[in-house]
């Protein structure tokens, strides 16, 4: 047998952590850029609804289109995706919920600063209770806010001028909805398609890593392989399984979206032979030896042909076919290998080959669900009327905050002072640990970004040069949202400041450029603060529920894989439930290192206990997909029984935060087979760990 994990080498992935924990290392863990999410066609539609616009205000020497080509960008940012009829049910709640918002902002501004002030309250907490209904409805409450604080800016001296504004805002809301759910439609199945194509490189990646590493391998790298790979491809087919609810909602299972949905159960089945494989591989003796070579040739195949078949749901409908030549050649080399890890790869190409032949259920959607009558939709909302409420806090900072910003640009006698207020509105988030680096983010994009928009005012003279440029920085800013939210600034920068000089000709644009960037750097030390002192949610008082649910979710899997019945629907949603449970631990790890770092001994102890719990999943992992005679599961049970005992009882100590109760003795037997020996040591250590945060 190979090595298993140690308290040394736990303790050594915690130095690393120690090392991390530096702010420039927290920098980088916090700021993800995600090339693979650029999409050209979302930008492309964002330039053509804001530029089309544009084009048409210069053109008839309306200057006050500009604010419909501002709307009409809004709405597209409010774009959740997915099927038309949610998109649509999206679009129109945006444009009616900012066109209220916006008649409200300038009206209370033309009666002076004090009921502008007063008027940012309640819309800022309508729409940070919006978040209710879900990420997408927080999205829209967000712009919506933004929508108010802008309208502040822009006084108007009698009803008439507030019903051409009013009316201006929606004309360009509506154009926006029309060119995303008419004119330019997006396939439905589109989103869907790309996410599974991401799930497939993630295994792929993950079949890899894999290959680089075998028994002679340092604990530690196999516990980087596991951190690395595993939570990004569960996350991977979660999201491709929400695409899929969306994409098949009011349209049933048709012959298409049944093989997505095959083709996403695959993709699930590949996960758990995956993490059975590395199992094996890791722990294996030194019989496999001479099966090494043979071994990374066929991980390596593994690996080409999972992202061939990512290659191929992005392709298009018509390409989804499995690559067949590429699987041909895995299945001789698997052919020709002994031992499990042989065994384990058969199995793979198997499911790869069994594409169309099963016609899974699709997921019963929980949204889809939920009843339409208006009971039912204020049921969301009562239910977090009171200050315990994670969503009401945060809407209560958003108001306060954004008030304060308000009230200061006004003070300071700033022109554009909204651009302050909005950034305050959209770097403060739900925790401390993610509004910092979005503040970041955002300070360092617009400062960045002012740069290039002072460039463009010194070369462009002209209306026509000026609408010219905000195409492409349209295309750019929309493509660029889901990359990185500092790069998306840095493009939406020159591009506001573009728009506002046709709007208001004859205001110099390197003037605008730094103006804009001073308003975010106060706005993000606005909403920072305001993470911090008001109300703040901490990450670190979620981090110990977190790691229970991990514990016993990886327990409970480890149990029912140890089980003498072949209940296989249970062992994959216990699987499902486990991978979903470590990966959320894990989320609540990266943000408790982000907002309290020098804690040092508490996360190194929770990162240890996350090890231990990955690496329980990957034996049981391999008790199942390589289960014994049913002569020897009698005893198997008993130690699966044991282990789903003792890791119910840590998770509960862990909630509760009392004294870890005496260890159950093990089943007789247990320390005689290797794989159930190295599986107990495991429980053994991870009692250790769970004693360190809850110490009697």
């Given at each position: 047998?190979g090595?298993?994990?140690?308290?040394?080498?736990?303790?050594?992935?915690?130095?690393?952590?120690?090392?991390?924990?530096?702010?420039?290392?927290?920098?980088?863990?916090?700021?993800?850029?995600?090339?693979?999410?650029?999409?050209?066609?979302?930008?492309?539609?964002?330039?053509?609804?804001c530029?089309?616009?544009?084009?048409?205000?210069?053109?008839?020497q309306?200057?006050?289109?500009?604010?419909?080509?501002?709307?009409?960008?809004?709405?597209?940012?409010?774009?959740?995706?997915?099927?038309?009829?949610?998109?649509?049910?999206a679009?129109?709640g945006?444009?009616?919920?900012?066109?209220?918002?916006a008649?409200?902002?300038?009206?209370?501004?033309?009666?002076?600063w004090g009921?502008?002030?007063?008027?940012v309250?309640?819309?800022?907490?309508?729409?940070?209770m919006?978040?209710?209904?879900?990420a997408?409805?927080?999205?829209?409450?967000?712009?919506?806010?933004?929508?108010?604080?802008?309208?502040?800016?822009?006084q108007?001296?009698s009803?008439?001028?507030?019903?051409?504004?009013?009316?201006?805002?929606?004309?360009?809301?509506?154009?926006?909805?029309?060119?995303?759910?008419?004119?330019?439609?997006?396939?439905?199945?589109?989103?869907?398609?790309?996410?599974?194509a991401?799930?497939?490189r993630?295994?792929?990646?993950?079949?890899?890593?894999?290959?680089?590493?075998?028994?002679?391998?340092?604990p530690l790298d196999?516990?980087?392989?596991?951190?690395?790979?595993?939570?990004?491809?569960?996350?991977?087919?979660?999201?491709?399984?929400?695409a899929?609810?969306?994409?098949?909602?009011g349209?049933?299972?048709?012959d298409f979206?049944?093989?997505?949905?095959?083709?996403l159960?695959i993709?699930?089945?590949?996960?758990?032979q995956?993490?059975?494989?590395?199992?094996?591989?890791?722990h294996?003796?030194?019989?496999?030896?001479?099966?090494?070579?043979?071994?990374?040739?066929?991980?390596?195949?593994?690996?080409?042909?999972?992202?061939r078949?990512?290659r191929?749901?992005?392709?298009?409908?018509?390409?989804?076919?499995?690559?067949?030549?590429?699987?041909?050649?895995?299945?001789l080399?698997?052919a020709?290998?002994?031992?499990?890890?042989?065994?384990?790869?058969?199995?793979?190409?198997?499911?790869?080959?069994?594409t169309?032949?099963?016609?899974?259920?699709?997921a019963r959607?929980?949204?889809?669900?939920?009843?339409?009558?208006?009971a039912?939709?204020?049921?969301?909302l009562?239910?977090?009327?009171?200050?315990?409420?994670?969503?009401?806090?945060?809407?209560?900072?958003?108001?306060?905050?954004?008030?304060?910003?308000v009230?200061?640009?006004h003070?300071?006698?700033?022109?554009?002072?909204?651009?302050?207020a909005?950034?305050?509105?959209?770097?403060l988030?739900?925790?401390?640990?993610?509004?910092w680096?979005?503040?970041?983010e955002?300070?360092v994009?617009?400062?960045?970004?002012?740069?290039?928009?002072?460039?463009?005012?010194?070369?462009?003279?002209?209306?026509?040069?000026?609408?010219?440029?905000?195409?492409?920085?349209?295309i750019?800013?929309?493509?660029?949202?889901?990359?990185?939210?500092?790069?998306?600034?840095?493009?939406?920068?020159?591009l506001?400041?573009?728009?506002?000089?046709?709007?208001?000709?004859?205001?110099s644009?390197?003037?605008?450029?730094w103006?804009?960037?001073?308003?975010?750097?106060?706005?993000?030390?606005?909403?920072?603060?305001?993470?911090?002192?008001?109300?703040?949610?901490?990450?670190?008082?979620q981090?110990?529920?977190?790691l229970?649910?991990?514990?016993?979710a990886?327990?409970?899997?480890a149990?029912?894989?140890f089980?003498?019945?072949?209940?296989?629907?249970a062992?994959?949603?216990?699987?499902?439930?486990a991978?979903?449970?470590?990966?959320?631990?894990?989320?609540?790890?990266?943000?408790?290192?982000?907002?309290?770092?020098?804690?040092?001994?508490?996360?190194?102890?929770?990162?240890?206990?996350?090890?231990?719990?990955?690496?329980?999943?990957?034996?049981?992992?391999?008790?199942?997909?390589?289960?014994?005679?049913?002569?020897d599961?009698?005893?198997?049970?008993?130690?699966?029984?044991?282990?789903?005992a003792?890791?119910?009882?840590?998770?509960?100590?862990?909630?509760?935060?009392?004294?870890?109760?005496?260890?159950?003795?093990?089943?007789?037997?247990?320390?005689?087979?290797?794989?159930?020996?190295?599986?107990?040591q495991?429980?053994?250590?991870?009692?250790?760990a769970?004693?360190?945060?809850?110490?009697?």
């Amino acid at each position: 047998m190979g090595r298993s994990a140690d308290p040394a080498a736990c303790r050594q992935h915690g130095d690393d952590d120690r090392a991390m924990s530096a702010l420039p290392s927290l920098i980088r863990t916090a700021i993800a850029i995600s090339p693979r999410s650029i999409s050209i066609g979302e930008g492309l539609r964002a330039a053509a609804s804001c530029a089309v616009v544009v084009a048409i205000g210069s053109a008839l020497q309306m200057p006050i289109l500009a604010w419909a080509a501002i709307g009409a960008f809004w709405t597209c940012l409010a774009d959740p995706g997915g099927p038309n009829p949610d998109r649509l049910r999206a679009l129109a709640g945006f444009t009616l919920m900012s066109t209220a918002f916006a008649i409200i902002g300038a009206a209370a501004a033309s009666q002076g600063w004090g009921w502008a002030a007063a008027a940012v309250v309640p819309c800022a907490l309508v729409g940070g209770m919006a978040g209710v209904y879900g990420a997408a409805a927080r999205q829209i409450g967000a712009l919506a806010t933004v929508v108010c604080v802008t309208a502040i800016d822009h006084q108007v001296a009698s009803p008439a001028a507030l019903a051409e504004f009013a009316a201006t805002h929606l004309a360009g809301c509506l154009w926006a909805m029309l060119l995303a759910l008419s004119i330019w439609r997006i396939h439905p199945f589109r989103p869907a398609r790309s996410a599974l194509a991401a799930t497939y490189r993630g295994l792929a990646a993950m079949a890899a890593g894999m290959a680089r590493l075998d028994s002679r391998s340092a604990p530690l790298d196999w516990i980087r392989h596991a951190q690395r790979y595993r939570p990004a491809v569960r996350a991977a087919i979660e999201t491709a399984r929400a695409a899929l609810g969306r994409a098949m909602r009011g349209r049933g299972l048709g012959d298409f979206a049944e093989r997505l949905l095959v083709a996403l159960d695959i993709a699930e089945r590949i996960f758990g032979q995956l993490i059975a494989l590395s199992d094996l591989r890791q722990h294996a003796g030194p019989a496999a030896d001479g099966r090494r070579p043979l071994e990374r040739q066929a991980l390596r195949r593994l690996a080409l042909t999972l992202y061939r078949r990512a290659r191929s749901f992005d392709t298009g409908p018509g390409e989804m076919d499995a690559p067949q030549r590429s699987l041909d050649r895995l299945a001789l080399l698997a052919a020709r290998m002994e031992g499990p890890v042989a065994a384990g790869l058969g199995r793979i190409v198997e499911e790869i080959r069994a594409t169309g032949s099963a016609r899974p259920a699709p997921a019963r959607d929980e949204a889809a669900a939920v009843s339409r009558g208006l009971a039912a939709g204020l049921a969301p909302l009562r239910a977090h009327l009171s200050l315990r409420s994670e969503i009401l806090r945060h809407a209560l900072r958003c108001a306060v905050a954004t008030t304060a910003a308000v009230l200061l640009s006004h003070a300071l006698g700033f022109s554009y002072a909204y651009w302050m207020a909005i950034a305050t509105v959209l770097v403060l988030q739900s925790s401390v640990a993610t509004t910092w680096p979005r503040a970041l983010e955002r300070a360092v994009g617009s400062v960045l970004g002012g740069g290039p928009a002072a460039l463009l005012g010194l070369v462009l003279h002209t209306p026509l040069a000026l609408t010219a440029a905000v195409f492409p920085l349209a295309i750019a800013t929309m493509a660029m949202r889901q990359v990185n939210y500092g790069i998306f600034v840095f493009f939406l920068t020159p591009l506001f400041i573009l728009v506002v000089e046709l709007s208001q000709p004859g205001a110099s644009e390197p003037a605008l450029a730094w103006m804009r960037a001073l308003y975010n750097v106060l706005g993000s030390a606005i909403g920072l603060a305001a993470g911090l002192l008001l109300w703040p949610s901490r990450e670190g008082r979620q981090f110990r529920p977190l790691l229970a649910a991990a514990i016993e979710a990886n327990g409970r899997y480890a149990a029912l894989a140890f089980a003498p019945d072949d209940n296989e629907a249970a062992i994959e949603a216990a699987r499902r439930e486990a991978g979903l449970a470590s990966g959320n631990a894990e989320a609540g790890h990266g943000r408790t290192m982000l907002e309290a770092w020098w804690q040092r001994e508490a996360l190194d102890a929770g990162l240890t206990i996350l090890v231990l719990a990955r690496q329980i999943a990957g034996g049981a992992g391999t008790a199942w997909l390589h289960r014994p005679d049913a002569a020897d599961r009698a005893e198997d049970a008993d130690f699966g029984r044991w282990i789903g005992a003792e890791t119910a009882a840590l998770a509960e100590a862990l909630r509760r935060g009392s004294a870890v109760p005496a260890p159950a003795p093990p089943p007789d037997g247990a320390a005689d087979d290797p794989e159930r020996s190295r599986l107990l040591q495991e429980v053994l250590l991870l009692r250790t760990a769970t004693e360190h945060l809850v110490p009697g």
